[in-house]
Structures are given as structure tokens and as C-alpha cells.
């Protein structure tokens, strides 16, 4: 907003004063710093797909793919037209992306959106894991902790109308205590046995409540590691934007463990038969 | 644009805010309060969760229930919660009703410009030992009722409320008129009815109902020993009894 009167147009009344007699001090410079806007986050650019995890018998699972690609939905503008024609438009950009990620000694967090706001959230969070270890009183973060810490961060960048493009899960095991929640750009929060982001909370979320709601304490750590194989599986069949590559965090009484790259291994060979998809016959 | 033509400017808007569905409900009696909602949190066709609390205690007399936005929600609970132990602290008391309710008013207005997209309602005891509800609107607008609905359902249960409740649209049998207050057990059947019936009607509620119960100090809680699932979380002796009763609502 410009402050000075006499910048906002005619600086005065002709009828009044025809020959400009009357003093008009100095106009000051008219540059204002916030006349196109300050630029903020519109949309993501770099994304990670869907994050699946469930509570289990003894902790927690997470699991999430190793893609970051465009958003299926990114509009081209003038600046995305000249960064696409010399990288990416739908491409499967950045195959090897680690979307999950190890806070203190008991909590996992995995993100799905935009990939730099996460790396952004993973610093933010180091940070506060090394501030709260230097105090060396004894005391660190659990999930609980992290979860509301990210919901603070989450929702005061919402209200800034500068957010962090984000979903994220949160998931730990504390003091016998099992912890799973969810946070998203807008600030939103809720914890559940079984949660998914993404595509995820359409495709995987009906399978995975069917296996794990009301039967938490049954789920041994292999019914919960191939219940997410099972819907990795069926995320990459039908996620466009996904890949056959993840990896599962698993988070128990014996502390963090993020795995290696699992494979998937898919048969596309019905496809023959169906129309539309291989060599047609009429 | 998908076609790549400039002709108009794009506008793109980041939407700070979202519709997390449920409903809550509160109804005052003579002696108590009863104030409910359900425990689904939603966004657009997905339910995010069956268990989210909306309705929380803020003293051993006041009760708020919060239904809209809920990251808002949940915020705003938290900072009346905060103003209620500086209260405390600086007065070694509890703040009144009327006085909480006049608070939220002032948290709300105070957001005029950008404000928090919740429907409040608050329940509980006022010092005179009646029971009452105060309703907001998200700014902050408020008055003391008898009873409110608000949330998604609320043009589904405001309605038979006004007509349960303010029995309006009934006439009363000859020679007799219609009760200004109803006894705590027709309270909690309404209620039940209420958020059952509301279940079958709207896809944003259901899965579960969390009723708070405030009884006036030295008042017998009639009506509610033939409910099951009731759970006492009064903290001292010498103050108005609080109950919790947690139900099952239809999950699909």
C-alpha cells in the first residue's frame, strides 16, 4: 500500500488552486516492495505419492515408494514451461527419494507432497531433536511430541497463507505405546489404526481397515509387513505416479528400522486380454 | 491452462480452510446440561477417522463442543483452555459460564478478518445452579438457548428439536401446558434419537457419540442409571457431577 496521498492520482484540485501556487512537497520514490504480491508456495513441484502405515501387535509399520515425480495435476506456467522444456513433464523424475524418515529413537515420519517442503521439515525437525539432546537432561521427543510439534508448524505456515505442501504420517512406539497420526497442509490432525495419504486413502485405506480395525493386537509383524506389501502392490498397479520400488519403517519396542529398497514384483500379462490395452483384435 | 493459451490471467488460491463434517448438539435442562457429538472426522467422501473427540471439558461445570474446520477447532480449544488456567491462576476460581461464554466471543471477534470456521457451542452449569448453552456463530455472535444443533446435520436435528424441545407445532392436552423444562432421561433419548437418526440421513455422521453429562452440585443425576456405558469424570467432591456416555453409532 502506498502511504502518500499524492501519489494516488491528481494531486490537486485545479478548480482551487489552477496554476499549482500551493506547495506540493516532494513526491517520495513510488517502488513498493509487495505491488505484485509476495510469491508464495502455489502448488508443489517435486511430489511423493501415497504414505501407508498401520499400528500392529508391537509398534507401528509405514511404508512409502522411492519416486518423486511432477503432480499429475501442475498447471504450465510461463516459468514451469521453460523449466520443463529442458527436464520434466510427467516424467518419473527422481527414482531413488527416501520419503521416510527417522526422528530421535522412537519415531518414524513419512511424507507425501511436495519433496523440498519436506526436506525443509526434516531439517526443521533435526534440529529440534539435536536442541533437545544438547540439554542432555535425560528427556527426548517421542512421537507424541513430534506430532504436535508438526501440527504447530503445519498450521501456523496454513495461517501465514505459506504452507508447507505436505501430508505427513507420524508414526512411534514409546513406553509401550503405540503412536500413529496424521498431519497435512492445512493443519489438520487425527490419529486412527490405519492411515494412508494420497491415492492411498482411496486405494489401500478399505483394505487396510478390513485387516487391521479391531485387530490391532492380533497383527503379528509379518501380517502387517505383507498387508502393506499386498497394497503397495495395488497402489502401483493403479497409481500412475507411483513406482515398484519402497521401502517400510517399522518402529517397535527395539527402536527405529527403516529397510532396504523392496522390490515389487508384478504380472502385467492380463493385460493382453482386456481391450484397450494390448494388441487389439478389432 | 491445460491448452497453454495466456489469454486470461490464472488465478490460483491456496484455501486455508476445509469441511471436516460431524455435528454436535447441546440441551439444557433445569438442574443439568447435556451437551454431544459425534466422533467422525471427514474430508469431502473420506473419513479420516472414527474416533476424533469434538466436545471437550474446560472446568468442572462448562463443556464446548466445536464443529467445523477442525484444525481450527482443535486450535481454538486449546488457546480457551489456556485463558481458563490464567484465569485460574490469577483468581484461584474457575471462570463462570456467562463469563467463558463472553471469552469465546472475544477469541472469535478478535479473528473478525480471518476467522476461525468453527460453530461453538458451550454447555453447563451457571452459578445460579441452572443449566444452560450458549451457541456462536464463527464470529463470534452468541446467545444463551435451551438447546442447539449445529454442524453438518444441523438442518437435520434443529428442527426436531424445536419441535421436542419448544414443543413447537404442538398443542398441549386440554387444560394443561407444555413443560419448560424436560427430565435428564427424555433429554438423553432425544439426543440418541437425534444423532441415530441424523446417522441414517447424513454421510458425515456417525461411527461414534461422546454425550457430556453436568449435574448441578447436590442434585441427583435422575435418568441416568439406565444408561449404559456412563463414566463419571468429576474431579472433587464438593462440585457439580460430571458424566461422560460413550455409544456406537452406524459406521457405513
Known amino acids: 500500500m502506498d502511504h502518500f496521498p499524492t501519489n494516488w492520482g491528481r494531486p490537486r484540485n485545479d478548480a482551487f488552486d489552477p496554476y499549482g501556487t500551493y506547495p506540493i512537497h516532494q513526491r517520495p520514490a513510488t517502488k513498493d516492495n509487495f505491488a505484485e504480491g509476495v510469491q508464495r508456495t502455489q502448488q508443489p513441484i517435486v511430489t511423493g505419492t501415497s504414505v501407508l502405515a498401520i499400528q500392529y501387535k508391537d509398534g507401528i509399520m509405514m511404508a512409502a515408494d522411492n519416486l518423486g515425480s511432477p503432480p499429475p495435476f501442475l498447471p504450465l506456467t510461463q516459468s514451469d514451461r521453460i523449466l520443463s522444456a529442458a527436464s520434466y513433464g510427467s516424467l ?11 526422528v530421535g529413537n522412537s519415531t518414524v515420519i513419512g511424507a507425501s507432497g511436495d519433496m523440498s517442503d519436506f526436506q525443509a521439515i526434516q531439517s526443521l525437525l533435526d534440529e529440534v531433536v ?34 508447507l505442501w505436505n501430508s505427513i504420517l507420524v508414526g ?33 485405506i478399505p483394505i487396510l481397515r478390513s485387516a487391521v480395525d479391531g485387530r490391532v493386537d492380533e497383527l503379528t509383524e509379518e501380517n502387517a509387513r505383507n498387508l502393506l506389501h499386498e497394497c503397495m502392490r495395488v497402489l502401483f498397479y493403479r497409481d500412475a505416479r507411483s513406482l515398484d520400488k519402497y521401502q517400510i ?20 500379462s492380463f493385460a493382453e486380454g482386456i481391450r484397450g490395452y494390448g494388441a487389439q483384435t478389432q | 491452462m491445460p491448452d497453454g493459451s495466456f489469454a486470461h490471467p490464472q488465478q490460483r488460491q491456496f484455501n486455508p480452510y476445509t469441511d471436516n463434517g460431524g ?66 491462576h490469577a483468581h484461584a476460581k474457575d471462570m463462570p459460564l456467562r463469563a467463558i461464554a463472553r471469552l469465546i466471543q472475544t477469541m472469535l471477534y478478535a479473528q473478525r478478518f480471518f476467522p476461525y470456521y468453527v460453530y461453538n457451542i458451550l454447555g453447563g452449569i451457571e452459578e445460579d445452579g441452572t443449566g444452560a448453552v450458549y451457541s456462536f456463530d464463527p464470529v463470534g455472535s452468541y446467545e444463551r438457548e435451551a438447546c442447539r444443533a449445529a454442524g453438518a446435520a444441523q438442518s437435520l436435528v434443529q428442527p426436531f428439536l424445536d419441535n421436542q424441545i419448544y414443543f413447537k407445532n404442538q398443542k398441549a392436552a386440554a387444560g394443561q401446558t407444555h413443560p ?46 439406565s444408561i449404559r456405558n456412563v463414566q463419571e469424570v468429576t474431579t472433587r467432591a464438593d462440585t457439580d457431577r460430571m458424566f461422560v456416555i460413550r455409544r456406537e453409532l452406524k459406521k457405513d
Do not use: C
Open chain 1, 92 to 102: 518419473a523424475r527422481f527414482k531413488d527419494i527416501q520419503r521416510l524418515h527417522q
Open chain 2, 180 to 225: 419448560t423444562h424436560l427430565p435428564l432421561s427424555d433429554v438423553l433419548s432425544i439426543v440418541i434419537d437425534s444423532f441415530t437418526s441424523a446417522t441414517e440421513r447424513h454421510i458425515e455422521v456417525g461411527d461414534g457419540l461422546e454425550i457430556f453429562v453436568v449435574v448441578t452440585k447436590g442434585h441427583s443425576p435422575q435418568g441416568l442409571e
Open chain 2, 23 to 88: 455435528t454436535i448438539l447441546a440441551i439444557a435442562g433445569a438442574d443439568f446440561t447435556v451437551i454431544a457429538g459425534d466422533t467422525r472426522q471427514s474430508e469431502g467422501y473420506s473419513i479420516q477417522t472414527r474416533y476424533a473427540p469434538k466436545v471437550f471439558r474446560l472446568t468442572d461445570r462448562a463443556v464446548l463442543a466445536v464443529n467445523g474446520f477442525a484444525a481450527d477447532g482443535n486450535m481454538f480449544v486449546k488457546k480457551v483452555k489456556q485463558r481458563l488456567e490464567w484465569y485460574r
Open chain 1, 172 to 204: 512411534g512406539f514409546r513406553d509401550g505405546k503405540r503412536f500413529l497420526g496424521y498431519i497435512d497442509l492445512l493443519g489438520t490432525t487425527y490419529s486412527s489404526p490405519s492411515i494412508a495419504t494420497g491415492y492411498g486413502a482411496y486405494i489401500a
Open chain 1, 130 to 163: 539435536i536442541d533437545e539432546f544438547t540439554q542432555g537432561d535425560g528427556h527426548d521427543l517421542g512421537p507424541a511430541e513430534v506430532h504436535e510439534y508438526l501440527s504447530r508448524v503445519m498450521y501456523s505456515r496454513r495461517s501465514k497463507i505459506d504452507p
Open chain 1, 249 to 268: 519403517a517399522t518402529v517397535n519396542a527395539s527402536g527405529v528400522h527403516i529397510s532396504d529398497q523392496v522390490h515389487l514384483d508384478t504380472s502385467w
